[in-house]
């Protein structure tokens, strides 16, 4: 997915004047302090939620290696690289801009963004609204797809956040009932799809009897101070744009097992656990919408081979990721305190996720990180 500069322009114009929108739901004080979580990790910086001010910290003061830094720098440069961001334990190590790309660009997330879907289901089953197991029909209606009523009434609100729904996934996008067809039992087949993923958004807002974006908003974006919005680019297919300081912060909420400086965002633990973990068994690193790295063996989109070994070898074990089209990229690394933020086009063969851009990144952060 390749965005064109004028619509590009459109769709930052369309950021600015859109409202933040919370209309028909509960309003949730964003300076709310409630218990936090005791897996959050101590010492992370949580930067002010409505205010440019983001505390630093030096690569040297890390004793990072300056000439890695320099090879880094150069590499994302020549890989058409918009904007990268490096957290320490919640602090900027680096921000980088490269071209006409500055700290208020918005950009789009591609699939990337598929995790923040995860995250405010996550909150909708928190607050009672639905349970992952209930069946999709309960909140799509019947006849969604165009399986029969015993194969349909199998899909549950799970199956579609683990891309196990058993749909036929070559109409990669579609969410009408005529292209979302029966090709296996529900649970048994492991595909990247567009289609059930994309209608999640409609269970949250048939759930929370709201719009999509209205929760999501009231629930993670404003309360932790991103900015952004949801655009359709394919008329199906709901994306997210914002500033890469915004994906940045999203990343630092997962860092912070669900909390924002003393308030809780998502406080399920439980669903935070399996969210990175491997949610079924067909493909070990895949959680909930997120990537999984230090598994045995991966699946990729498009593809149904298993593939030994793991995702990025050379990443830490215990990254976990969301990973877009043209190598949008969000880590999170929780055994270093790190996040880690890319934007911009496609910088490797890639597989609408995953690509071989990301060894040859971890190959440069290696080489520069200091590693505790």
Sequence with gaps: MRIGFALL??????????????????VLDPTEENEESSDTPEGLYFPPSQSPE???????????DSNGEQALEEYLLSKDTKAFIVLKEGKIVVEWYFGDHTQNTSWYWASAGKTLTSYTLGIAQEEGLLSLDDTSSDYLGVGWTSATAEQESAITVRHQLTMTSGLDDTA???????????LAEAGSRWAYHNGPYTLLQQVISSASSSSFEDYFNSRIRNRIGMDGFWFSTSGTNNVFFSSARSMARFGLLNLANGQWNGQSILGD?????DLKSPSQELNSSYGYLYWLNGQDDFRLPGLQALFNG???????????AGLGANDQKLFIVPSQNLVIV???????????????FDTELWDLLNAWIVYD
């Design 9 to 26: 322009i459109l769709l930052i114009n369309f950021a600015c004047t859109n409202p933040e929108g919370s209309e028909g739901i509960e």
């Design 54 to 64: 983001w505390e630093t910290l030096s690569p040297a003061m890390l004793a990072w």
């Design 172 to 182: 990669f996008d579609c969410v009408s009932p005529e292209c979302l067809t029966f």
């Design 269 to 273: 633990t439980a669903y935070l656990n």
């Design 310 to 320: 793991q995702l990025i070898p050379n990443a830490p074990a215990d990254t976990f």
């Design 342 to 356: 890319r934007m911009g086009e496609d910088a490797g063969t890639s597989q609408l996720g995953p690509s071989s």
